[in-house]
């Protein structure tokens, strides 16, 4: 996709990104093609000039954007860094340099059978990270899915909207005829209700049905038909292969409470009992999309298998790592007899209507197409911690580790040391036969630790305990004064792994965590296995996923301890962790990095 020239009125330059091109307008700002200081390829969304100065616009942008960067990059465009506090506030995400799967449908028709079931397992993938991490999509579309080589990559996905967004993402007027075929019946509903991660899945067996057939399962020559046969018909599947072709009948359910999560579309995708050949033939044809998809199942939890004799996805219940998906709105269809919800438990039916003023808000869809733009086809860019599930795979084993170079109980004075700051606002002590870090009204807080010289390649093992709401342990390790190193924070739900250097904190990897650290509870055991040029890390001996330490130059050894503010507390509140019994030891076995 090529990008065009910069316009006279735009600028070259955001922060430390020069600007190169333009790729696209939407409702939220300008697209532009940049370069990093390195030379990396990278999409910068800046925010239209209007939205500028809405404080409450930048407030919901930056919360949205500290919850997108927790997104997992599987099969997603990652969200690389953001300045919500600049005079045009910008996003930076992955540049993903590939057709949309709108212009690939458009230009050469629907997809074959196992490109189909690539972009279903691709966009299934994307949604299980996403919602993982507590963010809804909200505009999932066949425009938003770019078929990048190695995996399809869902891109703009979580990040706030622009005129006419509500915090619930129901209908407003930036949603036009595009994207009304995607849209779930709750979204036509009560505009206070909020939106739930069900939408999104509805939105998913849109988008698959258009990729195998070139045509969406409502289709209507207008916004109101469109959103009137949403409402009150049954999806026309005609010409979509089995099994799709019922998994795609799932996603579109009217109920929302009905659908399956983006985890479970994901496993009967991969998994199921019934999976067809055309799966199979996508996955082995495509290394990237399996490790994608396998890395997306491990940090979720696993699918219990449908009884014997039931189609699979339909009506079995599924443990999975995300959260439940909560029972949207009722929406109401009138003058369609006969269509009614399934049976209740209490045996009763509760049947749908549509008021006169759903049609009223359709209209103002239509309206809003002739003031607003939502997107252009070149824009290349992109609940809370799951549950605990009720079925895990096997554990997969801890990498092994060589001689022990360091080891102490951290009970007292040894190796680590104790001390506490003059104003008293942070401290190292021992208590309790652990070490305690403490801050308060700051950011973050490092002890004094060992100057040993410690290799590249070596592994970290140390008892972790967080003893207050929005306080992260933190290991640093490769580690020199005052350039930084590379960090692991370990907070309540999700495990960052990335860099610290100055005051910047990156991150490479977001490993989400099925069984929350419970505040004030007993020890976790963090393992953290460094190979080369990726991070393994383990929890109590049990894999939590790989990660990349990234290009960034890092020239330390040292290991360090400390504790982090989560991004979501306030500075000026406090935090505390402790630490028990670390270990590090060397390779396992000498070999060049």
Same mark, same amino acid.
């Given at each position: 996709?090529?990008? &065009?020239?910069?316009?006279?009125?735009?600028?070259?330059?955001?922060?430390?990104?020069?600007?190169?091109?333009?790729?696209?307008?939407?409702?939220?700002?300008?697209?532009?093609?940049?370069?990093?200081?390195? /030379?990396?390829?990278?999409?910068?969304?800046?925010?239209?000039? @209007?939205?500028?100065?809405?404080?409450?616009?930048?407030?919901?942008?930056?919360? &949205?954007?500290?919850?997108?960067?927790?997104?997992?990059?599987?099969?997603?465009?990652?969200?690389?860094?953001?300045?919500?506090?600049?005079?045009?506030?910008?996003?930076?995400?992955?540049?993903?340099?590939?057709?949309?799967?709108?212009?690939?449908?458009?230009?050469?028709?629907?997809?074959?059978?196992?490109?189909?079931?690539?972009?279903?397992?691709? !966009?299934?993938?994307?949604?299980?990270?996403?919602?993982?991490?507590?963010?809804?999509? *909200?505009?999932?579309?066949?425009?938003?899915?770019?078929?990048?080589?190695?995996?399809?990559?869902?891109? @703009?996905?979580?990040?706030?909207?622009?005129?006419?967004?509500?915090?619930?993402?129901?209908?407003?007027?930036?949603?036009?005829?595009?994207?009304?075929?995607?849209?779930?019946?709750?979204?036509?509903?009560?505009?206070?209700?909020?939106?739930?991660?069900?939408?999104?899945?509805?939105? %998913?067996?849109?988008?698959?049905?258009?990729?195998?057939?070139?045509?969406?399962?409502?289709?209507?020559?207008?916004?109101?038909?469109?959103?009137?046969?949403?409402?009150?018909?049954?999806?026309?599947?005609?010409?979509?292969?089995?099994?799709?072709?019922?998994?795609?009948?799932?996603?579109?359910?009217?109920?929302?409470?009905?659908?399956?999560?983006?985890?479970?579309?994901?496993?009967?995708?991969?998994?199921?009992?019934?999976?067809?050949?055309?799966?199979?033939?996508?996955?082995?044809?495509?290394?990237?999309? *399996?490790?994608?998809?396998?890395?997306?199942?491990?940090?979720?939890?696993?699918?219990?298998?449908?009884?014997?004799?039931?189609?699979?996805?339909?009506?079995?219940?599924?443990?999975?790592?995300?959260?439940?998906?909560?029972? /949207?709105?009722? !929406?109401?269809?009138?003058?369609?007899?006969?269509?009614?919800?399934?049976?209740?438990?209490?045996?009763?039916?509760?049947? %749908?209507?549509?008021?006169?003023?759903?049609?009223?808000?359709?209209?103002?869809?239509?309206?809003?197409?002739?003031?607003?733009?939502?997107?252009?086809?070149?824009?290349?860019?992109?609940?809370?911690?799951?549950?605990?599930?009720?079925?895990?795979?096997?554990?997969?084993?801890?990498?092994?580790?060589?001689?022990?170079?360091?080891?102490?109980?951290?009970?007292?004075?040894?190796? %680590?040391?104790?001390?506490?700051?003059?104003?008293? *606002?942070?401290?190292?002590?021992?208590?309790?036969?652990?070490?305690?870090?403490?801050?308060?009204?700051?950011?973050?807080?490092? +002890?004094?630790?060992?100057?040993?010289?410690?290799?590249?390649?070596?592994?970290?093992?140390?008892? !972790?305990?967080?003893?207050? @709401?929005?306080? +992260?342990?933190?290991? %640093?390790?490769?580690?020199?004064?005052?350039?930084?190193?590379?960090?692991?924070?370990? +907070?309540?739900?999700?495990?960052?792994?990335?860099?610290?250097?100055?005051?910047? !904190?990156?991150?490479?990897?977001?490993?989400?965590?099925?069984?929350?650290?419970?505040?004030?509870?007993?020890?976790?055991?963090?393992?953290?296995?460094?190979?080369?040029?990726?991070?393994?890390?383990?929890?109590?001996?049990?894999?939590?996923?790989?990660?990349?330490?990234?290009?960034?130059?890092?020239?330390?050894?040292?290991?360090?301890?400390?504790?982090?503010?989560?991004?979501?507390?306030?500075?000026?509140?406090?935090? &505390?962790?402790?630490? @028990?019994?670390?270990?590090?030891?060397?390779?396992?076995?000498?070999?060049?990095?």
């Amino acid at each position: 996709m090529r990008p &065009e020239p910069l316009r006279p009125h735009d600028p070259v330059r955001l922060g430390s990104y020069e600007l190169v091109g333009r790729l696209g307008e939407g409702g939220m700002g300008t697209v532009y093609l940049a370069k990093t200081a390195a /030379g990396t390829q990278v999409a910068v969304k800046v925010v239209r000039a @209007d939205l500028s100065p809405d404080d409450e616009f930048r407030r919901r942008f930056r919360s &949205e954007v500290a919850r997108a960067r927790q997104v997992p990059p599987f099969c997603t465009a990652e969200v690389l860094d953001a300045d919500p506090d600049a005079d045009h506030p910008y996003l930076v995400v992955e540049y993903v340099d590939g057709p949309t799967l709108a212009q690939v449908v458009d230009d050469r028709g629907p997809l074959t059978a196992a490109n189909l079931h690539s972009v279903a397992i691709g !966009v299934a993938t994307a949604l299980t990270a996403i919602h993982g991490a507590g963010v809804i999509h *909200r505009d999932l579309k066949p425009r938003n899915v770019l078929l990048a080589p190695g995996t399809p990559k869902v891109i @703009d996905f979580g990040i706030a909207r622009a005129v006419g967004s509500t915090a619930t993402g129901n209908t407003a007027p930036e949603f036009m005829m595009g994207t009304v075929a995607y849209m779930a019946p709750e979204r036509f509903g009560d505009a206070e209700v909020p939106l739930t991660a069900a939408a999104d899945i509805f939105a %998913w067996g849109g988008v698959v049905m258009y990729a195998g057939t070139g045509r969406t399962p409502f289709g209507g020559d207008s916004p109101p038909a469109t959103a009137g046969r949403i409402l009150t018909q049954e999806p026309d599947l005609s010409g979509l292969p089995d099994p799709l072709r019922e998994l795609v009948a799932y996603a579109l359910r009217k109920n929302p409470a009905e659908r399956p999560s983006a985890r479970e579309l994901l496993d009967l995708l991969v998994a199921g009992p019934s999976r067809p050949a055309a799966t199979a033939a996508a996955l082995a044809g495509q290394p990237d999309l *399996r490790a994608a998809a396998s890395q997306a199942q491990s940090v979720t939890g696993v699918l219990t298998a449908p009884a014997p004799g039931t189609p699979a996805g339909l009506g079995q219940p599924v443990a999975t790592g995300e959260p439940p998906v909560p029972e /949207g709105p009722t !929406v109401p269809v009138s003058a369609v007899p006969g269509l009614v919800e399934p049976d209740r438990p209490d045996g009763r039916r509760r049947r %749908w209507f549509l008021p006169a003023a759903i049609l009223v808000l359709i209209l103002a869809v239509v309206a809003g197409t002739m003031m607003i733009v939502f997107g252009s086809p070149a824009d290349p860019t992109a609940g809370p911690a799951g549950t605990t599930p009720a079925t895990t795979s096997a554990p997969a084993p801890a990498p092994p580790a060589g001689p022990v170079l360091i080891t102490d109980d951290l009970d007292k004075n040894r190796l %680590w040391l104790a001390k506490t700051e003059p104003d008293g *606002r942070s401290s190292c002590v021992f208590t309790g036969g652990e070490l305690h870090v403490r801050i308060v009204a700051r950011p973050l807080y490092k +002890c004094r630790g060992p100057q040993d010289t410690l290799p590249e390649d070596l592994t970290i093992d140390v008892g !972790v305990r967080l003893l207050t @709401d929005g306080a +992260c342990a933190a290991v %640093w390790y490769h580690f020199k004064l005052p350039h930084g190193g590379r960090l692991v924070r370990i +907070c309540q739900d999700n495990i960052f792994v990335g860099t610290h250097q100055s005051a910047e !904190v990156t991150v490479t990897r977001t490993l989400p965590l099925d069984n929350p650290i419970a505040v004030g509870g007993p020890p976790t055991r963090i393992g953290l296995h460094v190979t080369g040029e990726t991070v393994t890390v383990t929890r109590d001996g049990v894999s939590l996923g790989d990660a990349p330490l990234g290009n960034v130059e890092i020239m330390g050894n040292r290991v360090l301890l400390g504790v982090f503010l989560d991004r979501d507390t306030p500075d000026t509140g406090s935090a &505390e962790v402790a630490f @028990d019994h670390i270990e590090v030891r060397g390779p396992s076995a000498p070999g060049p990095r």
